[in-house]
């Protein structure tokens, strides 16, 4: 049941700073919750309990706190009907949506629980003692990852399961055995409450500290300053726009104790059609765009924004069926009112400049209610994309810009001016591939994901993915957001120099009582050390 109320510190309580309520974009409707709005004080509160939870859940043993994360699936899952529910009325999200997010979200968990049993994430580094080395003998010498303090996650609109709560962000942070506060998304207040009740019963029943998950509320932006300048906050996970993470950063660098911010942020997301596949699969390379671009309404981070291709055979006959499947597009229903204007200032701009022309567009809303978007490509050359920087701008929604080149070395050049990506992407055959290597170097120097014959939208929640890239993609392109490496973000390198065995952490001990990989005088190993 929804209570309305902040989770601080293990207890639920009333907000002392007023309240807000949800609003249904499907509709336009206010939501009957009253959700209480957290003040200073009471996230300072949040703040000091997850720093005291810090000093015990950082030596959680591996196997218990997977079995918290564990729980925490559980108890999600637990949730039911009442979850999906609730984030239906919030997201005009469809029911297969919701619950295929929160089957990505109690996976992800589950991974991390899988994962840090491994050890992996602690890269256990060992260099023996060498005391008739010459000149000088080397001491023994021993590395750990280890959980880098309490962190604060500002939840997304549009993922409200997998990016929010108990999203990447938390899930990473928690693995790494790092204390987290939450703010919630005013888009999806009671849905992230749901998941918050989630996790605080997991923590209760796996005996972890209480002040190990915090949930604050607020539709203002003090709260989040408050969060940002807490003393005992040491990182923040951010998913969100490109003035909101860059301003949470400066924020961050300013602080008495300037801290990491691991934002994800705006991104464009090229696509690039090279003249021999265009040609051959013209009509359904237009229908696959089509899908990838309307899906969600277009409010995906990875939604491809940009259309790159030769002004060569295949181009029109793309162009065309882009229309005509785009004519069968019923609006979509766009998070909330914010969003929904954003969309609208920034298709009005596209729509007046003179280098742009409209050449597809999907149905316009019926509904007189709620918030809607229209699905538009635009297109322009190469030559005025590049002497235009705003068209450049992302637009969040189901918009996209088609650019026409004339060369493949304009192609480069548009690439080259683009800023950091989450994803680039090339469709062509093997021996195009082959003949643009050059091509994919470019985009490797842009984006954090290179994609060959697909579209960007679907971020497969595995080992291998990597989702960032070089600003404004995110604030720090060495990083995940997405996988089991997003724990890096959370942890620090400790060195101890000539440790008795006793005081040194179970991973870096002769015996090798964890029973995991390390790396003892540059060798992968699991074998005890004998001395």
């Not at 604060?152 to 409200?160: G, T």
């Not at 997301?269 to 051959?280: D, G, I, K, S, Y």
């Not at 229209?374 to 810009?401: C, D, H, I, M, R």
Request: proline content about 6%.
């Amino acid at each position: 049941m929804i209570l309305g109320k902040l989770l601080i510190g293990g207890e639920w309580q009333l907000g002392e700073a007023g309240h807000f309520n949800a609003v249904n974009p499907a509709t336009g409707d206010t939501l009957p919750v009253q959700y209480s709005k957290a003040s200073a004080e009471q996230i300072s509160a949040a703040a000091s309990a997850a720093n005291i939870a810090f000093a015990s859940y950082r030596n959680t043993s591996l196997k218990d706190r997977a079995g918290f994360l564990n729980a925490c699936a559980d108890e999600i899952m637990a949730l039911g009907d009442e979850l999906l529910e609730c984030m239906q009325s919030e997201t005009g999200y469809p029911r297969g949506r919701c619950e295929g997010e929160r089957g990505r979200t109690v996976g992800q968990l589950r991974m991390f629980a899988d994962y840090i049993q491994s050890g992996d994430h602690l890269d256990p580094r060992i260099d023996m003692a060498r005391p008739d080395r010459q000149p000088l003998p080397r001491p023994d010498l021993r590395f750990l990852n280890q959980a880098l303090g309490v962190v604060a996650v500002f939840a997304v609109s549009n993922f409200p399961l997998a990016y929010s709560t108990a999203g990447g962000d938390s899930a990473s942070a928690l693995a790494a055995g790092c204390p987290v506060i939450v703010k919630g998304h005013v888009s999806h207040p009671g849905t992230g409450e749901l998941v918050a009740q989630a996790l605080a019963i997991a923590a209760q029943k796996t005996g972890m500290p209480g002040g190990v998950i915090s949930f604050v509320q607020g539709d203002d932006k003090i709260g989040g300053a408050a969060l940002i300048n807490a003393p005992e906050v040491k990182a923040i996970g951010f998913t969100g726009s490109i003035g909101g993470g860059t301003a949470i950063y400066r924020m961050a660098a300013l602080r008495p104790e300037p801290i990491p911010v691991f934002a994800e942020m705006g991104s464009i997301n090229p696509v690039v059609f090279l003249p021999e596949t265009l040609a051959q699969s013209a009509e359904q390379l237009a229908t696959g765009f089509v899908g990838s671009l309307t899906l969600g309404s277009g409010q995906f981070c990875v939604n491809p924004g940009l259309l790159i291709a030769l002004e060569e055979d295949g181009l029109q006959r793309f162009m065309d069926t882009v229309k005509t499947t785009l004519e069968t597009a019923p609006a979509g229903v766009m998070l909330n009112q914010n969003i929904c204007n954003s969309y609208q200032r920034g298709n009005g701009t596209f729509a007046n400049h003179p280098a742009m022309e409209l050449i597809a567009e999907g149905q316009v809303a019926v509904q007189a209610e709620g918030f809607y978007a229209q699905a538009k490509l635009y297109s322009t050359s190469a030559e005025n994309y590049l002497a235009n920087p705003e068209l450049s701008e992302e637009v969040f929604g189901p918009t996209s810009v088609l650019v026409v080149c004339k060369t493949i070395d304009e192609i480069h050049q548009v690439i080259s001016s683009l800023g950091g990506q989450l994803t680039g992407t090339v469709h062509g055959t093997e021996n195009e591939l082959t003949d643009n290597a050059m091509l994919l170097q470019l985009l490797g120097q842009k984006a954090g994901r290179l994609v060959i014959n697909g579209f960007p939208t679907g971020v497969e929640v595995c080992p291998t993915m990597v989702h960032g890239g070089p600003y404004p993609a995110s604030t720090d392109a060495r990083f995940t957001a997405v996988g089991t490496a997003a724990i890096k973000r959370f942890v620090r390198p400790v060195c101890y120099q000539n440790f008795p065995q006793a005081l040194l952490p179970e991973a870096l001990q002769n015996a090798n009582p964890l029973d995991i990989l390390r790396t003892v005088d540059g060798e992968k190993t699991k074998t005890t050390i004998s001395t």
